[in-house]
């Protein structure tokens, strides 16, 4: 990590200093150039000036915490804790086009835009290595394409921009989901064969020909385009740089934070100082009895999904006890999901406070990613966060492979049992002779369960268009007593709930040019 980090924190002091990169109060539709920006010449006149600049562009990467983690509130993973904030709306699917989250998510990524886009208008002034202002426009790329697919996502498509806009530029119309998916691989295909294929350890955290096929991969995934995903998940498979982490618990710490597994992630500094440097995840997500806000509580339904170590669900498994229903479970259950009695930082969880507006609503919280070393929360997190990692193109390449065709091959298999039996999980090996149906439920559950509070189930779901039928599941939880209880019903609107809006107030300053979501208005 000491390229990117060292290299962070001395473009934070720049920007501080000078304003460079960050955008101010007063920015109006998709991050128009502010008056104040440093003048050109004063800056791109070396690489070191270039580095820093593409340096800065990360702290616009996606929020882990409100935008990545939290999103399992709207899906039957969990719920939040603090239901009259914005994500207690999403969650009950009651929000309106102007909740914070969708402006914030659209400000963050069009602040990423706007900053790639004025490094393409200045990097050919700049006196550098041609070699390297190749590989540093590639990483540009990467970035670029990963702010829209960020987008594509939450909201579909949307304004594709080929210059930072001026004060009064007039604002172009959304496009449709399919050119802003072409726009996507076409900035990821310019840029993998410009980088290696997976980064050394003094570049972790920097963009890859690995990273630049995984998000391919990804996307052409959620948009069913299932032979686009499976050959360019293939292309990582094959590279034979990428692998899976032995224990999956400690994937989420400190200690793994090089490893192989990881394709794609957010960097932070050693004995962060702000939440440039480090994250607020152990803020958000830790138990209280840790210094943190306990945000997201499992529901029971995420609890009973995972299974028994002998691979069968717990209504069938005879190695399930209800009486002590964490033990014979598949490990991934207890590195995930934090309950009753379960011990973390040398305390012992306890939900004697369950319901009271500040604890669980459950009886259950998260525990992956949550740094035991930062018990009390007296500093920001230091742990990464990883965006993109070896085991989602191994089930993406499984899932897409499995739909292409007319029943599950080896290859699907080896897949699919590679996470099943890593070496911390080591959970039997599917059954042969699997239906093309049964293999594609067995997928799905094993994304869900490898993928729990990872910013990923949600999406998932939107592609399978299950998350009407998941959401409005009645959540349950468990109280002190074992016992399981009812906790709510919510709502999910299936002519509006499966995009996020577009932010009302964006709609406004560009003078409705802008199209608003179904069902938003």
């Known amino acids: 990590l000491i390229c990117i980090k060292l290299n962070l924190n001395s473009y934070l002091g720049l920007t501080f200093c000078c304003g460079l990169g960050l955008s101010s109060c007063n920015d109006s539709f998709l991050d128009r150039i502010p008056k104040d920006q440093l003048s050109d010449d004063s800056f791109w006149k070396n690489s070191e000036d270039a580095t820093k600049f593409v340096t800065g562009i990360y702290l616009w990467l996606p929020e882990p915490e409100n935008h990545t983690i939290m999103t399992d509130c709207y899906t039957d993973n969990a719920i939040p804790v603090h239901v009259g904030a914005e994500q207690g709306q999403l969650s009950a699917g009651t929000a309106t086009s102007d909740n914070p989250h969708f402006l914030q998510l659209w400000q963050q990524a069009y602040s990423g835009i706007r900053r790639c886009l004025v490094y393409y208008q200045h990097i050919g002034e700049v006196e550098m290595d041609a070699t390297e202002k190749e590989r540093l426009t590639a990483e540009v790329q990467f970035l670029e394409a990963f702010f829209y697919s960020t987008l594509l996502k939450y909201m579909g498509g949307v304004p594709i921009l080929d210059h930072p806009l001026e004060l009064n530029e007039k604002v172009p119309a959304r496009k449709t989901d399919e050119e802003t998916y072409n726009y996507i691989v076409s900035l990821l295909d310019k840029a993998a064969p410009l980088l290696p294929n997976i980064r050394s350890s003094s570049e972790h955290g920097k963009p890859s020909a690995g990273a630049c096929y ?181 089930l993406t390449y499984a899932e897409a492979r499995n739909e292409n065709l007319s029943a599950p091959d080896q290859a699907v298999y080896d897949a699919v049992n590679a996470i099943r039996q890593r070496e911390s999980v080591n959970l039997p090996a599917l059954p042969s002779g699997l239906s093309k149906d049964q293999m594609r439920d067995a997928i799905r559950l094993e994304r869900r369960l490898e993928f729990a509070f990872e910013g990923i189930h949600l999406f998932d779901t939107r592609s399978y268009r299950t998350t009407e039928k998941d959401v409005t599941k009645p959540v349950y939880g468990v109280n002190q007593a074992g016992e399981k209880i009812y906790i709510e019903t919510r709502k999910f609107n299936p002519q509006r709930d499966y995009l996020w809006a577009i932010p009302q107030e964006e709609i406004d300053l560009s003078q409705n040019v802008l199209v608003q979501n179904p069902g938003w208005d």
């Open 214 to 394: 995984a998000l391919k991969a990804r996307m052409a995934f959620y948009m069913h385009k299932y032979d686009v995903a499976e050959a360019a998940a293939k292309l990582v498979m094959d590279m034979g740089d990428y692998g899976l982490y032995n224990h999956y618990g400690d994937l989420f710490q400190p200690v793994a934070e090089h490893c192989n597994e990881i394709i794609f992630d957010r960097e932070y500094l050693e004995n962060p100082k702000n939440s440039s440097e480090g994250s607020v995840i152990g803020l958000y997500f830790a138990p209280v009895m840790m210094g943190g806000w306990e945000a997201l509580s499992p529901t029971q339904d995420m609890v009973d999904a995972y299974p028994c170590t002998d691979g069968k669900t717990i209504a069938e498994s005879p190695l399930y006890d209800p009486a002590k229903p964490f033990e014979n479970r598949d490990p991934r259950l207890k590195f995930s999901i934090l309950y009753n009695g379960a011990e973390i930082a040398g305390k012992v969880f306890d939900i004697n406070n369950m319901g009271d507006g500040s604890h669980t609503r459950t009886g259950y919280s998260m525990r992956k990613y949550i740094n035991p070393d930062n018990d009390g929360i007296n500093n920001y997190d230091w742990t990464n966060f990883i965006y993109i990692r070896y085991a989602e193109v191994l």
